[in-house]
């Protein structure tokens, strides 16, 4: 942006200088020098869902914000087309999650960064299971990714894009710092909507489809068991995996089991049927929105007031 902004400036300087050469002394009558920073929006790349959302809530119309990681697909073990890797190279800003979610961010060539997970106190990844050790995704790190799922993590999220956008785009700081604080400020109702709705449940134990759900859990004194006991919902379940999950449910006497929008749901239905009163709900990761959702404007926000909605389900809460 500054470099084109001075190269923009200078061939104005120069077309001025030409015009006083020639005599030309109605200067008002030539066109105006492209206003580069009042019309050219900041090219910002998110990796997955989430940051797209969180830019572009902050982003607001001073930056084109776009995705990585399309609609629809699951982000677990993704690997960007060289095509994206170009598209990278030219925006002004990438915007990443961290914590060995995108172990390819690192192939983009970026002229700026923002590791999102930077200043958050990161937890461990559980133990992967011996089927399971050779995932791809997660062989960098044992590093738990999943803090977006914290509305309060989240928002540390945002302050570090606010950040970012203002370091690449100064010009448009305040504004950048405004809808930072107004979509905070939607969190932190996040927050308290999610304390409000869980705060009279007969249980705390659920049964997520993979372990995306710690930070979350810990945010509001859950325990969070999952069918993958991976980091990621890909790769096998061992049939014993699914016995256990069957006696633990049985035992906590839990009824919902959860599956995701971006996974096969037929393993979670064949657990739910061999349990009492078994049932699957969604509980989504928020990964990644299918078209429809995306069409239809749902964000980060909407997709936590219904998990919110299916947990209440399974946790048996009164409101
Ligand atoms: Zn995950």
Known sequence: MDMDKKIIVGIAAAAVAVAIAVGVIAISTQPQPLASGDTEKVKVIASFFPLYDFASNVGGDKAD???????????????????????????????????????????????????????????????????????????????????????????????????????????????????????????????AFIRSELSNCEKTDFIAFHNAFSYFAKRYGLTQHSVHEGLSPEGEVLPQRISEIKQLATSLGINIIYSEDLVDPRLANVIASEIPNGQVLVLSPIEGLDREEQEKGFGYIEKMRQNVENLKVGLKCQS
Request: proline share 5%; no cysteine.
């Open 65 to 191: 914000v776009s995705v990585i990681v399309p609609a629809g697909i699951e982000p677990h073990d993704w690997e960007p087309t060289p095509r994206n890797i170009a598209d990278a190279g030219n925006a002004d800003l990438i915007i990443y999650n961290g914590a060995g979610f995108e172990g390819w961010v690192a192939q983009l060539n970026a002229k700026n960064a923002v590791d999102t997970s930077r200043g958050i106190e990161l937890m461990e990844g559980e133990h992967e299971e011996e089927g399971e050790a050779k995932e791809e995704g997660h062989e960098e790190s044992a590093l738990d990714p999943h803090i977006w799922l914290d509305p309060v993590l989240a928002k540390k999220q945002v302050e570090s894009i606010r950040n970012g956008l203002i370091q690449v785009d100064s010009a448009n700081a305040d504004y950048y710092r405004q809808n930072a604080q107004q979509y905070i400020a939607e969190l932190d109702s996040l927050d």
